[in-house]
């Protein structure tokens, strides 16, 4: 008989939807890996999930995503210790600070979080997910991918002309083209058993972005917006959905809004040759990380 269990990685899952995504899918028997940046923060949610859930087999793992380095060191230790991955999710997200901050690396911090490490975990990763029978990628961008303006190729880490939302919009923009990519990248590695998707988890009301310092305006909206927005256990039925459901076996490639329907991501600025850009940018900042 087909063993259904998964073994499932969740990035950023000690809070929020990722922390709702990890205890749903606990639910369902499978085997699950939190990642968070606080060990005794991942040890007790790992606690309250086997409390909620009755799963024992959930792991955790430590790592920083705004380190390049720490980013390696996580997928190493995944592929050490684990002999397939059946799915991973890269939650982990942030919108950061009015002004512009950098990693200790020396990379702009809403592109190092919400791209570059995305794409060292899928790239280091798709050997792993080779070995599941129905390997799954999800990638969690945003509508704001919408608001991120033209992107310019001169200046990808906004030195010159930094703003949070444009930061965020356009990391969430060139996550949706990298995940494009990956099937390409993929399919040419001759590996034809993992899916890449990507997913809009809607507006839902949890800390993100809250914390940050990103201005008068923006600061004002996040909190008027909790008022209004779904409740977060909303927010993650897209991520379990694509996870989880049998309809998705073979779709890849899509944008799902967070209704799980496919979608279409604003392609403004979109061309085979932009992606390329993008992607070569990725592969040429982390080389010497990965």
Known sequence: MKNTKKIILITGSTQGLGKITATELAKEGHQIIIHGRNKNKLEKVRNKIIQITG????????????????????????????????ILINNAGAFFNKNREETEEGFEKTITLNLFAPF????????????????????????????????????????????????????????????????????????????VNVCHPGAAATNFGQDADKGFLFNLIFKVALLVMDKPEKGAMTSIYLASSPDVKNVTGQFFGNRNNIQKPDDRYYSKINEQKVWDYCIEITKKYL
């Open 55 to 86: 799963n024992n087999n959930i792991d955790i793992i430590v790592a920083d995503l705004l380190s390049l380095e720490d980013t390696v060191k996580m997928s190493n230790e995944i592929i050490t210790n684990y002999d397939k991955l059946d």
């Open 120 to 195: 060292i975990l899928m790239k280091s990763l798709a050997d792993l997910l080779a070995k599941s029978d129905e390997g799954r990628i999800i990638n969690l961008s945003s509508a704001m991918h919408k608001r991120g303006g033209k992107p310019n190729f001169s200046d990808f880490q906004l030195k010159n002309d930094y703003k949070p939302d444009k930061a965020y919009g356009l990391s969430k923009l060139y996550l949706i083209w990298i995940s494009r990519h990956m099937v390409s990248y993929l399919k040419d590695r001759g590996i034809n058993n993992v899916t």
